[in-house]
Structure formats: C-alpha cells, structure tokens
Nanobody
Framework: QVQLVESGGGLVQPGGSLILSCLVSGRTLTKLTMGWFRQAPGREREFVATITRIGGNTDYADSVKGRFTISRDNAKNTVYLRMNNLKPEDAAVYYC???????????????????WGQGTQVTVSS
C-alpha cells in the first residue's frame, strides 16, 4: 500500500515562497507518476502539476506556470513543489497524488491517481 505524507505548508505573504514535500512510502518513487493538486474552500480539487515516472517530464496548470516547479528526489522517495511569487488565490489545501500504472503519460485529472495524501494547508495573506 502506497502512503503519501505532505508537509511544508504554512502562512506566507503575497510574493513569498514555499516548498512543499510529499514523502512516499510503500513503493519506490521510480515506479510512480506523481502529481500535486489543490482545493480551496468551496471549490473542487484542481490540478497543479505533475511529473512522469519515466523521463521526469512535467506539466503545470496555466495559473501556476512560471511560478511553481515540481521535482522528484528518487533517493529520498520524495516529491517537491516549489512555489514562488505566491498569490492570495494560491491559498488552498495542497494534496499529492500517485499513479502506479502510467509510465510517460501526463496525468492531469483526479481520477487518474490511485493514492492521495492528507494534504497540507497553504495560506497566502499579508
């Protein structure tokens, strides 16, 4: 059973930065496609970023392109989301997800992910 634990959330001022981490256990990270999603109050969970199992190709939601970077450290079994120039509209609970079947596909929808973490809260406010 794959388990995901997010960390790194917190309160940051507009324009600030945060790095979220997702620690994976129960499966080697090299066998997983990983993604980050977020959910703000009253809104549906939405895609933020993904990184493929093979090749490490990445894709981002238009709203975060140029500001967020997803990366993976296979040695640490951890996926990261670096968030720069944060805006109030980035405030949400951020979740990481894992897919154990895809290899090179870019996965942007919730239903394509098999496992989820419990989420970490990001608040952007002055």
């Amino acid at each position: 059973q794959v388990q995901l634990v997010e960390s790194g959330g917190g309160l940051v001022q507009p324009g600030g930065s945060l790095i979220l981490s997702c620690l994976v256990s129960g499966r080697t990270l090299t066998k997983l496609t990983m993604g980050w999603f977020r959910q703000a109050p009253g809104r549906e969970r939405e895609f933020v970023a993904t990184i493929t199992r093979i090749g490490g190709n990445t894709d981002y939601a238009d709203s975060v392109k140029g500001r967020f970077t997803i990366s993976r450290d296979n040695a640490k079994n951890t996926v990261y989301l670096r968030m720069n120039n944060l805006k109030p509209e980035d405030a949400a609970v951020y979740y990481c997800g894992a897919n154990e079947n895809a290899y090179r596909a870019i996965l942007r929808t919730i239903r394509e992910y098999d496992y989820w973490g419990q989420g970490t809260q990001v608040t952007v406010s002055s």
